[in-house]
Structures are given as structure tokens and as C-alpha cells.
């Protein structure tokens, strides 16, 4: 399988990709780029917004608003009125750090992750952003907070700090937010590249982006092992998330940031925004359901 341009933009950072169904509209960043994509697959066109500080994931809000995690925190943004709102920081929040992957879980609270600017290992944190406003960590000693999703029928949280190479699995509780019992169910090999960006399709398979590998692929978490693979004709593949009418349509988003100048001549649309139709389609994303 190989996935298909969409949106040739060249994005340093493409990421966070999320699925807007009222608006049949798939937003996504280009987070060293600090930029909001808003790609409509009726006409093809992609549009952006470029703000002053990175722009690393997105959740939905209302009609018009997203909940944006920047460099430093949590920020609301108005998308007719053009107007940036900050919502959180968290305390701990310090120079060479910054925000990464973020995701709402079943019950509408923000899990969102950290990493370092300077690649140090085990410095940055998980948080989740409660709906009655509080903010909490959850896991410290993080080393690049990335992909994380929800079984909805197994009451399972699946999360991914990229230098370890591996997804680990938790009992998740949808009532209190209260995650586990973690285990290891998946470990890349190192030639495979980074696990980066991921999502969790209706059957309960794994999709994860191969940064460094040039794929993404389907992993089962249950038989610990690979069943499918999307190539991607861009080495830096960053995240995956499940769009279009019925949830089928996997879109996949790649960067150029690590790039050698052979690499950008022989990857013209690194950086851009993928797609490609699978059987099976994921779940509809869950917006914040705090009060801002």
C-alpha cells in the first residue's frame, strides 16, 4: 500500500493531524513552521494561519474554536474571529522545552506531552487537562512525549515516548481519567525508524508513524506484532489520523526538518500531507469538554 499526496506544502514539522466531521475538514501543524493547516478534501485546498509560537496539536472545541497546545501551553483559538486565547500553563513549564503530541481521551479531557528542544532524555512530562480545568501530570521523566489513543471498548490507554521505541498499553478508567497496570505490547526495532504520531482504528489495531522509516504501519497490540504497512514517499513520517465521511480515509502527515539536501531532491513532497483508503476506519475525534 502507498499513501497519496494531498496538500504539497513542505512543512519543517507536519503533525496533529485531526478530523473536523461538521466541517468536513481535516486541520493539522506544521509546528516548527507555526502554522494551522485546514485542508477541505471536496476542493483539494489547503489553507494556513501562521501564529508567533509553535503550534504542536489540536482538539475540537466548538464550532468555530480549537484548543491548540503551543510551545508552552494551552491556548484557545477562534477560527472567524482570528483571536488567540491562553487557557493553561503548566508550573513546572521551562526554557528548552516544549509541547508535542496531544489528544483528547472518550470522556473529553486533553492529554498532552512534552519533549526537549535539545534532545535531552527524560525531561519532559504527560499532562491531562481535566474538564473542570485543572491540570495534572501524570508521568514525568519523559523523553519525547508523542502518539497516544483510547480503546473504546477495552477501556484501554496506548501511549508512546519515541526514544524507548515502544507502545505501552494501560487500564484506562473513563470515569476518573486514572490510567494503570502499564505494559509493553509492541518494540520497534530500531531500523524500522521512531515511533512518532498514532491512532487506534474500530477493530482496536494500532496505526503508528515511522519517523526516520518512511512508513506507517498497523500494528496488533493484542499478537504483539506488525499486519500491515502504508509506504509513504517521505522518510520523516510524524503522525496518522483517521478522516473523511466514514472514518476510512487515513491521512498521514511527514516533515523535512532532518532532511539532507539529497534526501529533499529525492522526496520533492516531504513535508506534505498523505492519504490512503483502508476497510477499516477509526473513531470520530472527541472534543474538549471543559469550560474554557
Avoid at 19 to 24: C, H, L, N, P
Amino acid at each position: 500500500m502507498e499513501a497519496a499526496l494531498q496538500a504539497d506544502t513542505r512543512a519543517v514539522i507536519g503533525e496533529g493531524p485531526l478530523w473536523d466531521k461538521e466541517k468536513e475538514c481535516l486541520y493539522w501543524v506544521d509546528i516548527l513552521g507555526s502554522q494551522l493547516h485546514m485542508f477541505t478534501p471536496a476542493d483539494g485546498i489547503n489553507r494556513s494561519v501562521k501564529f508567533k509560537s509553535f503550534v504542536t496539536a489540536l482538539a475540537l472545541y466548538s464550532k468555530e474554536e480549537l484548543v491548540m497546545t503551543m510551545k508552552d501551553g494551552f491556548y484557545l483559538y477562534h477560527l472567524q474571529e482570528d483571536t488567540l486565547t491562553k487557557m493553561k500553563r503548566p508550573k513546572d513549564m521551562r526554557d528548552g522545552i516544549r509541547f508535542n503530541d496531544a489528544k483528547c481521551d472518550p470522556s473529553g479531557r486533553l492529554w498532552a506531552g512534552t519533549t526537549s528542544m535539545e534532545g535531552k532524555e527524560e525531561e519532559a512530562s504527560l499532562y491531562r487537562l481535566n474538564t473542570d480545568g485543572s491540570l495534572v501530570k501524570i508521568k514525568d521523566q519523559v523523553s519525547t512525549s508523542n502518539g497516544l489513543d483510547w480503546d473504546r471498548n477495552r477501556n484501554l490507554m496506548y501511549y508512546i515516548d519515541t526514544p524507548t521505541q515502544e507502545i505501552v498499553c494501560y487500564t484506562y478508567d473513563p470515569e476518573t481519567g486514572d490510567v494503570s497496570n502499564p505494559k509493553t505490547v509492541y518494540r520497534f526495532p530500531k531500523s524500522d525508524g521512531s515511533p512518532d504520531g498514532m491512532t487506534i482504528d474500530q477493530s482496536g489495531m494500532l496505526w503508528v508513524a515511522l519517523f526516520g522509516g518512511g512508513r506507517a504501519v498497523q500494528i496488533d497490540p493484542f499478537q504483539h506484532k506488525e499486519i500491515a504497512s502504508i509506504d509513504v514517499p517521505a522518510k520523516y513520517v510524524t503522525c496518522c489520523a483517521f478522516g473523511g465521511k466514514e472514518l476510512k480515509t487515513l491521512y498521514i502527515t511527514t516533515a523535512t526538518e532532518k532532511m539532507t539536501e539529497a534526501e529533499r531532491l529525492e522526496q520533492p513532497h516531504a513535508g506534505g500531507l498523505f492519504s490512503i483508503e483502508l476497510e477499516t476506519g477509526g473513531w470520530e475525534p472527541v472534543p474538549f469538554a471543559g469550560i474554557v
